[in-house]
């Protein structure tokens, strides 16, 4: 099992930015696919981005050109950079993990999953 563990989050208005980290163990920056996952009230959880171990990344529609997924193997975090935020965007948010060196799409099956961290309106 993975440990992760999100922050970031706070209280934001619509257009907005903000960065969510993800900070694990170092060995999953390599060999995982690495995702970021949201649930507003209500909602079930959506898939947001996900990044293969080799990089490439693949995003939901919904977030296409304002969220980037990143990640800083040496500093052993996932990052979620947030931009242009919407008010459908404020959620929890939850890092995940599956041991996958292919591709890594936002229906893959994660199985360690971070907290969470949210991330609200301040409207």
């Known amino acids: 099992q993975v440990h992760l563990v999100e922050s970031g989050g706070g209280s934001v208005q619509a257009g907005g930015s903000l960065r969510l980290s993800c900070t694990a163990s170092?060995?999953?920056?390599?060999?995982?696919?690495l995702g970021w996952f949201r649930q507003a009230p209500g909602k079930e959880r959506e898939g947001v981005a996900s990044i293969a171990s080799y990089g490439t990344p693949n995003y939901a529609d919904s977030v296409k050109g304002r969220f980037t997924i990143s990640k800083d193997r040496a500093q052993s975090v996932l990052y979620l950079e947030m931009n242009s935020l919407k008010p459908e965007d404020p959620a929890m948010y939850f890092c995940a993990a599956e041991k996958s060196i292919g591709y890594c799409p936002l229906s893959a099956t994660f199985r360690s999953w971070g907290k969470g961290t949210l991330v609200t309106d301040s409207a």
């Open positions: 170092a060995y999953i920056f390599s060999g995982y696919c």
